[in-house]
């Protein structure tokens, strides 16, 4: 299975982005990336994913570089309300069946 | 549409008892998951349903876990002779036939075994 690598922890202020980078050396060709966030006391909650193009929604953008074995989740102007535990998956499955969560990015927004 | 609901919320009981919780999905999902997450950690996975059927089961669910969705639409999951290991957050979700890659997630079921 595909292994991802985060920082424990980050500190954003806010108003400012927030880059949180994920490694994901040994992913292969087909296997997507994916993000979720947990907020306290909350269920996980999706934010994106992507293959190998960057990939933007409303919630954030995703930059994976060209060998794929990284990625970058950013939140343009981040708030208090996005303090939370930021997971980069790897789906090995091919169908989302399985995700396999690591310990995540704590990700605090600051005043 | 008012989201995957869980229940219950909470639940204690004492070690040697059986619990039972309950999903309900979002209407007309027909992937269903169950995760289970302890004090610091990711959720990690259980086991997952698509329609009725299970598909995948991890090895973490011993022999005392079954989960159970009869018609494709609810799930269940019994723990049986439970123990203080069994401590943790139960998360269910559910995901469309289409567009599946976005597993939506339920506010999760805490047991605490005593």
């Known amino acids: 299975d595909a292994k991802t690598t985060q920082p424990p922890s980050m500190d954003c202020a806010e108003g400012r982005a927030a880059n949180l980078p994920c490694n994901h050396s040994t992913i292969s060709g087909n296997e997507y990336v994916y993000w979720y966030r947990q907020i306290h006391s909350q269920g996980p909650q999706y934010i994106i994913h992507g293959l190998k193009n960057n990939e933007t929604n409303e919630m954030a953008s995703l930059i994976i570089t060209e060998d794929r074995k990284s990625s970058t989740l950013i939140l343009p102007h981040a708030t208090l309300r996005d303090t939370a535990v930021y997971y980069c998956i790897v789906d090995t499955t091919g169908t989302a069946s399985k995700l396999t969560f690591g310990t995540g990015t704590r990700l605090q927004v600051t005043l | ?114």
Request: proline share 5%; hydrophobic share 25%.
């Open chain 2, 1 to 114: 549409d008012t989201g995957v609901s869980q229940d219950p919320r909470h639940k204690i009981t004492k070690r040697g008892q059986n619990v039972t919780f309950r999903c309900d999905p979002i209407s007309e999902h027909n992937r269903l998951y169950w995760y289970r997450q302890t004090l610091g950690q990711g959720p990690e996975f259980l086991t997952y349903f698509q329609n009725e059927a299970q598909l995948e089961k991890s090895r973490l669910l011993s022999d005392r876990f079954s989960a159970e969705r009869p018609k494709g639409s609810f799930s269940t999951l019994e723990i049986q002779r439970t123990e203080q290991g069994d401590s943790a957050m139960y998360l269910c979700a559910s995901s469309p036939k289409t567009g599946f890659y976005e597993q939506y997630f339920g506010p999760g079921t805490r047991l605490t075994v005593t």
